[in-house]
């Protein structure tokens, strides 16, 4: 083991405590804890603002927000869907009775190769789910263009993809509905939370009565089957405090990016993945691809990197098409999702986060080069 700290891949930003205080005070004052109160509102319009989208409805979590927005989407039958993401993604269509069908992924993007779509679709096929892996956007035309042709609904998981924007702006201003996460190992975070980005006020008020157990608006009524999505006014207030720093955070984690990319482009064997479309990203997560021109295996390397304290993940290893959930249904089938199996076994995601010091960055790039050369 190194004597020196250990270096996480992830640690959450928090800003100084002192500065959390006067909002638990207001909440303390107006005795409003939960139920859409002061904070909620207020997050609701910080966020449409800072990300350029039209409606936003907060939600408890990531995953209760995906829940309720394939709710809202009314559908039945298959959801085109990848194998390379958080099974968040996937458990949310099975809650809906829905079935995923894998597509695999482009080897450059990592996300839903727009390519092998059509071949997946049948009669009974009404959506596509499409993630944004690592905050790098999907080939957000080629999948409308796909969807209009076959009256397919699009629902993004954009749980990566906070403050992401294309030379058009916002990119979850793609699809019927984007998803996003604010868990505590996310971008942008409230500990835990999510929210349902919409385009127009009818959807987001359908969505607002799903997450607030189907009550209609006069409080009473009731006539859809919703659920409990809320965010408290404890976590909503911290979402307003953490926005007030995103900027410098966004710009920390650039700086990690760029050195790592401007060091590890020398060592054989290391891809460093970047998104295709031009775009502006968020540096979500820093993940390579390790290959045979590489002395060890990926796996080795993680090893590797573990013994001298640092904590990388195998994100995402293994494929969601391959847990015990998923691996029955036809389309799971690794001859079927060659480029998502190869990645599955190839990648590690670097530490990442503001905060991560030049000094702790290059321990990073120096273990993997040393490891290299050996
Ligand atoms: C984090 C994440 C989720 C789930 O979000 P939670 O807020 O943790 O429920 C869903 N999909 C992807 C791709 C994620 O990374």
């Known amino acids: 083991m190194s004597d020196k700290e250990p270096i996480f891949v992830t640690r959450p930003v928090l800003p100084p405590l002192e500065e959390f205080i006067p909002y638990l005070q207001e909440i303390w004052d107006a005795r409003i804890l939960t139920n859409g109160g002061p904070y909620h509102q207020r997050l609701e319009a910080a966020l449409c603002d800072f990300l350029g989208v039209a409606h936003i409805s907060l939600f408890g979590n990531g995953t209760q927000a995906l829940l309720t927005a394939l709710q809202a989407a009314d559908i039945d039958g298959e959801v085109i869907t990848t194998p390379y993401s958080f099974i968040a993604t996937t458990h949310s269509l099975l809650w809906n009775q829905l079935k995923p069908v894998f597509v695999d992924i482009d080897p450059q993007t990592l996300n839903l190769d727009p390519a092998r779509i059509e071949a997946a679709i049948t ?153 295709l479309n031009e775009s502006t990203a968020n540096y979500a997560y820093f993940p390579i691809l390790i290959d045979e021109a590489y002395p060890l295996s990926r796996d080795a390397l993680f090893q590797h990197l573990q013994d001298k304290g640092i904590y990388t993940r195998r994100y995402f290893y293994p494929l969601i098409s391959n847990s015990p959930v998923y691996c029955e249904l036809p389309s799971a089938d690794a001859a079927n999702l060659p480029v998502a199996t190869r990645v599955a076994n190839q990648v590690i995601c670097l530490p990442i986060y503001p905060g991560l010091s030049e000094e702790q960055v290059d321990t990073v790039i120096a273990a993997i080069s040393e490891a290299g050369r050996a």
């Open 123 to 275: 009669p009974a096929t009404k959506a596509i789910m499409p993630v944004h892996c690592y905050g790098h956007p999907c080939d957000v035309h080629a999948i409308r263009t796909i969807a209009d042709k076959h009256g397919l609904k699009v629902i993004y998981d954009a749980a990566h993809a906070f403050g992401v924007q294309d030379a058009q702006g916002s990119i979850l201003k793609y699809g019927d509905l984007s998803v996003l996460s604010f868990h505590a190992t996310k971008v942008f975070n409230t500990f835990e939370g999510g929210a349902i980005v919409s385009h127009d006020k009818e959807t987001k008020q359908r969505i607002d009565q799903l997450k607030n157990f189907g009550f209609e608006r006069d409080g009473s009524t009731v006539a859809l089957l919703g659920t409990n999505g809320k965010l408290s006014e404890i976590h909503a207030a911290f979402g307003l405090l953490q926005l007030k720093d995103i900027g410098s955070a966004l710009q920390q984690r650039q700086v990690i990016d760029q050195r790592y990319r401007q060091k590890l482009a020398a060592i054989p064997g290391v891809t460093c993945i970047e998104g």
